[in-house]
């Protein structure tokens, strides 16, 4: 396969992710958190599929597009291991229904490091029902991979749930059998 090939099955994928993780939290309260601004594509694709949310963008040196940019209350600017300790003072627990990190870079034992301290991080922002999406796996204490369970295959992008009584058994399996 050619890196092009590559590059364009990884935007699919994470298109395809974006897509049906905005459907599972469309009606449900809290904030979204997108995880490295990058150009701003992801958080443009996040903030069209849904309008009116709160959009809060982590990004250490932002260099985005600028119709991709995020309005300054929005765009948090720092080292994600400081800033997003200091957000959850602000905004308190379990506080985001969807959390989006796109946080790779092309070495993967410095991607696995990074993964492994963000984890515990992320966990108690994480309202009950609220999704994790990543491009690379993580470890969640009290969330479920349901990764299988987007249509995009398997090792592309990967999906966690904060278990709940906000998750909604019925309204899963009706999604399920949808994708």
């Not at 991709?68 to 985001?96: K, N, Q, W």
């Amino acid at each position: 396969m050619t890196r092009l090939d590559s590059a364009i099955r990884r935007l699919t994928a994470q298109r395809s992710i974006l897509d049906w993780a905005a459907r599972h939290v469309t009606g449900r309260p809290g904030l979204i958190l997108e995880l490295g601004l990058g150009n701003g594509r992801t958080f443009d694709h996040l903030r069209d599929r849904l309008p009116g949310r709160d959009i809060y963008v982590f990004e250490r040196a932002p260099a985005a597009h600028p119709e991709s940019m995020p309005v300054e209350d929005y765009l948090i600017i720092g080292d994600m291991f400081e800033t997003l300790p200091a957000f959850h003072r602000r905004f308190g627990s379990r506080c985001a229904v969807l959390i989006h990190a796109d946080i790779g870079t092309g070495d993967e034992a410095e991607n696995g490091r990074v993964a492994a301290r963000l984890g515990p991080v992320l966990q108690p922002l994480m309202r009950e029902g609220g999704l994790v999406v990543g491009d690379r796996p993580f470890l969640l204490e009290g969330c479920v991979d349901i990764s299988s369970q987007t249509g995009v295959e398997t090792g592309r992008y990967y999906v966690y749930r904060r278990a709940g009584p906000s998750s909604h058994p019925a309204r899963e399996a009706q999604s399920r059998s949808e994708s």
